[in-house]
């Protein structure tokens, strides 16, 4: 073995939707062994690998060193990253699909949305470093093993609760070397509250709306001043959480929304396909997070009871 | 002329869908002369007039004295009540379509949904009697002149602002000998506010909930709690308005709503059927009147705004 290869990364991604290859392959791009699991497209994945379409980036094909079932078929000792990806959804106990894959010196990195949703992991997995990570990213699957991706594309992480180690670092170089724009935080959670202002708005909206667009929601009659107001419950919740966010946020990132173009959001896409959504990773734990430090925050309890209630109609929970 | 034909009351009728025909057919058989103005089914009504299937009242045929396109067709003079049975939604214009029809004696009676939905009516015939009623009733148009009436049936109203004046009572005689339950009041505006408890907070989350009946909006997880503070601001800008309402009303209206068959609310109907939803009426009102009591209505803004988004969607106003 030569050096070279000694100092190889190996990562592990658990959950290779389209979010999940994307990284991969800018991670295999920058040098890592990278492996998968992923279930619904294993022989498509095993034949040809992914192909990913990028106006960015370029077309990519990522063929991961191992392409597995499940995490226990994983070869060669434990990962030196765990990267998951899967949604925090109702049903889905991420503890449980990770177990067999962590080894003492496997960092766990989570790629996925919500506020609140790492204290699970950290608890299971209490001597193992943690990264938690938020994409800014607008993939999809189109085809089995074919992800076109549309827009952006950066990386937000640091480790959490907080901090900014040697190997987060590495990370980040690793995904540099990718493409991937990365921003790297001492203080994570102060970030997730900054996405969650506009997650746990736009996307209960966009779906208790009818399937709106980002541009629809700002356009309705008192749609913005609307939207502002959510935004504000989230950021008083962020505040009394210990996180409080710059006061220009929301200002900025309404204008953001207005000058992008139209915009579907996770969740109305996952509704519109009778998909699971992350209710409560994003919107649930922030009006959770209200109720526990007394926060008045009844356009978020609507947003949520409403939510709550789309869900009991369409049994997708 | 006997005396007999000499008093009996001369009624118009405009917009004869569903609860117009089942009131009509009441005050026919309650002795009345009823004329109507359906546009829709002019001719299925002209040759066969309405067939009114009550479990209640039984089988009623309803055949006007008059069956008029135009309020301007009615013949014999102005009509003692003109009973205005329109839906209150944008781009139809009350007024124009009474015009031709009120007469210097002529009532004027509103049997419409919604809250302060009178002040328009009472300018534009300042000089008439008006009466504002309250259907409590669940009938629905199955075909071209044909009507089912499924539950209750009572009205409620009083003279525009107050009071009772004795062509109201004349008009509750005529309707009780037709087998209408009627609550004369003295202060119509706290009984519209009471529908309203239940009307501007069950109606749009039925639509935003993903057209849900009423059990469901219930049972959902968080439902009955955000039915219930919903309800409590409608109270607070009643009372704003100067029209306090029982302490007790909520919590009769959830009792009532629970123990009651589940029930789709006639905006989830409209809904459902592409029709334009009463929901300036019913909620926009009840949302202005708060904004103009400076009360804190942080929940049915958030109704409101999700409405608008809605129909901004569906194209339907």
């Known amino acids: 073995m030569t050096a070279a290869t000694e100092a190889k990364k190996r990562v592990l991604i658990i959950g290779a939707g389209a979010i999940g290859s994307f990284y991969g392959a800018a991670l295999q791009a920058g040098g890592a062994d990278v492996a998968v699991v992923c279930r619904s497209e294993l022989e498509v994945v095993r034949e040809q690998g992914y192909e990913i379409d990028s106006d960015s980036l370029g077309k990519r094909c990522f063929r991961p060193s191992q392409t597995l079932r499940e995490v226990s078929d994983y070869q060669g000792g434990p990962p030196d990253y765990l990267v998951v990806c899967v949604k925090v959804v109702d ?25 609140e949703i790492e204290a699970e992991i950290a608890q299971a997995f209490s001597r193992n470093e943690l990264i938690s990570a938020l994409a800014f990213v607008q993939v999809s699957r189109i085809a089995p093993g074919k992800v ?18 040697d190997r987060a670092r590495q990370l ?17 959670i102060t970030a997730r509250w900054k996405k969650c202002v506009w997650n746990a708005v736009f996307n209960p909206i966009s779906v208790l709306g009818g399937v709106l667009d980002t541009g629809h929601i700002l356009h309705a ?17 962020a505040a009394a959480t210990g996180h409080p966010l710059s006061d220009s946020l929301i200002g900025k990132l309404l204008d953001g929304t207005r000058d992008a173009p139209l915009y579907k959001t996770s969740m109305a896409l996952d509704f519109e396909n009778g998909r699971p959504m992350e209710v409560e990773a994003i919107l649930g734990n922030a009006v959770r997070a209200g109720r526990r430090e007394n926060v008045d925050i009844p356009v978020l309890e609507s947003l ?6 789309v869900q009991l109609k369409s049994g997708k929970h």
Chains 1, 2 share one sequence.
């Not at 106990?93 to 919500?114: F, H, K, Q, S, Y």
């Not at 076109?148 to 180690?165: E, I, M, R, T, V």
């Not at 009659?221 to 959510?230: M, N, T, Y």
């Open 148 to 165: 076109k991706h549309f827009a952006f594309g950066g990386l937000s992480f640091g480790n959490y609760p907080s901090g900014l180690s």
């Open 304 to 309: 949520y009871a409403l939510m709550k209630m």
């Open 91 to 115: 049903g889905t106990d991420r503890v449980a699909l990770m177990g067999n894959a962590v080894g003492p010196d496997t960092v766990i990195v989570l790629i996925e949305n919500g506020i």
């Open 172 to 188: 980040g170089k690793l995904l540099e070397r990718g493409g991937i724009a990365c921003t790297l935080t001492e203080d994570v």
């Open 221 to 237: 009659e008192g749609g913005e001043a609307f939207v502002r107001r959510a935004m504000e419950e989230v950021a008083a919740v």
